[in-house]
């Protein structure tokens, strides 16, 4: 019964605490991310026991401190010391100590409970913790206990300590501030009363431990950059007011204007945010008040008549942009004729005009059909150009008598010039008849040659016709005989 009446109670207890969570509201934390502090420490240490202090002793440390919040904060000191100790009377007793120590400190900042500035200028400072020293004493002619004296002796040891004191701080900068405090330090253990090398042998001098005095002055830097959210970090809580995130967010809620619902010219934005509080009636306005114009014509929508008009074209006073008329087919067809018809193609001069010849079998001057599509091509030519004329002139190779070549090449010659009247259509007085019998070979030579077998066509320049040479008919066969005797 007791073990399901505690089920029951614990169920009902993350029930509660279930409902707490989700209740729960979103916390501000007033408490900004503030710097640490880097110090410096100087002073002239001494030691009180049973032998007088000798001013000056040299100590010097560092020490870093960081804030719980804006009235405690932790200090962390390491510190190296030098001191002398002598008697001024009858006793020549001396000593010479070093001390190391490193402690923890709580430091409570007195002074920081106004908050009528946004940073302090002085704070005043208690502070205590512990620590742990280490001393090397060196004495001469000390009184040890028992009542016996040594010329020399050497004393060290290592033991906790209890540290307090107070001290006051000045603020020069947001990144310096200085410091003067006095920090009294107590050992613990059966050396503490070998710190200034003469054992407490009589009660009448002083305490049992020797205690260890620290006036020093503090040269503190303030480190540290931004926050995880990029804002920059406060000064360290115990120089910044408590209430300083509380008041930059008052101040920041005054700054802002008091809300004013008046909209003069009711297009809907308030005069406080209108860019444009005269805005026509009924026109309509961007989120600033200002008149829309929608198609950025510089023609305001409540009198544009195109308020969406095409981009890149002029628009008119009524915003209405001007297209041209769309291109028709029949315009790109009277474009392109007139573009064709400025065309002005260059003529090619006579002399330019290249004609091919035409080639003849051994002896005969007929045309063979291999020879047909060159003359159509000089038919071609002349038909395409009504105001040319062209030479006709018959050639042939080296081996019949002159006489007889003169007689062949003229019937070639008019061979061709017949088939291009009647074949082709070319009037006749459009072709000059020429005849060159061997005279105009092209491959050197007396043997039979195809090349000098022929018919070239060129253009007229001026030339006259040549009528048949003397001689009987050549051309229709083979010939036999003596070429030098003139068959």
Do not use: C
């Not at 940073?119 to 400072?125: A, E, S």
């Not at 599509?373 to 006709?392: F, R, W």
């Amino acid at each position: 019964m007791m073990v399901r009446n505690l089920s029951l109670a614990l169920l009902l207890s993350f029930a509660y605490m279930s409902v707490q969570a989700q209740d729960a509201k979103p916390y501000r934390s007033l408490t900004p991310a503030d710097q640490w502090e880097l110090g410096v420490d100087l002073g002239t240490p001494m030691i009180v026991g049973d032998i007088d202090a000798k001013f000056p002793g040299f100590g010097g440390g560092l020490h870093v401190r960081k804030a719980f919040d804006h009235v405690f904060s932790f200090r962390a000191n390491a510190l190296f010391a030098s001191m002398k100790n002598e008697n001024t009377g009858t006793n020549a007793a001396s000593s010479e100590t070093s001390w190391k120590s490193g402690s923890a400190q709580v430091v409570m900042t007195v002074n920081n409970l106004r908050f009528d500035k946004p940073f302090r200028k002085i704070d005043f400072n208690v502070f205590g913790g512990l620590g742990f020293q280490s001393f090397n004493t060196t004495a001469k002619n000390v009184v040890l206990s028992g009542g016996s004296t040594a010329n020399e002796a050497k004393f060290d040891g290592t033991s906790p300590l209890l540290e307090v004191g107070a001290g006051l701080a000045y603020r020069v900068s947001p990144k310096f501030n200085i410091g003067l405090e006095y920090t009294f330090a107590q050992t613990f253990g059966k050396d503490g009363d070998l710190l200034d090398g003469d054992e407490n042998a009589g009660s009448t001098t002083t305490t049992y431990r020797d205690a260890f005095h620290w006036p020093h002055l503090s040269l503190n830097f303030n480190l540290g950059g931004k926050d995880k959210a990029g804002n920059k970090k406060s000064e360290p809580l115990y120089w910044a007011n408590a209430l300083g995130t509380t008041s930059d967010a008052i101040t920041a809620l005054e700054a802002r204007p008091i809300y004013d619902p008046t909209d003069t010219d009711g297009d809907g934005i308030i005069d406080a945010i209108d860019d444009e509080d005269n805005s026509p009636a009924g026109a309509r306005v961007t989120t600033k008040g200002t008149t829309l114009d929608s198609d950025g014509d510089k023609v305001a929508d409540y009198k544009d008549k195109e308020p969406y008009s095409p981009p890149g074209y002029a628009v008119n006073a009524d915003g209405v942009a001007q297209v041209p008329k769309a291109i028709t087919e029949a315009d790109v067809n009277r474009i392109v004729d007139a573009k064709i018809a400025a065309i002005k193609m260059p003529s090619p001069k006579a002399s330019e005009w290249f004609l091919p010849s035409i080639n003849f079998n051994d002896n005969r001057f007929n045309v063979r059909y291999s020879e047909y599509e060159k003359l159509y091509q000089v038919a071609t030519v002349l038909k395409n150009n009504p105001d040319l004329k062209v030479v006709a002139v018959g050639n042939t190779d080296a081996r019949g008598s002159e006489g007889y070549n003169n007689v062949l090449s003229y019937n070639r010659a008019k061979e061709a010039v017949d088939m291009l009247v009647s074949q082709y259509g070319i009037s006749r007085n459009r072709i000059i008849l020429n005849w060159a019998g061997e005279g105009s070979k092209l491959i050197p030579g007396a043997g039979s040659n195809a090349s000098n077998r022929r018919v070239e066509f060129r253009v007229a320049k001026g030339e006259t016709e040549m009528a048949r040479p003397e001689g009987k008919e050549a051309g229709k066969g083979n010939f036999k005989g003596n070429k030098d005797a003139g068959y």
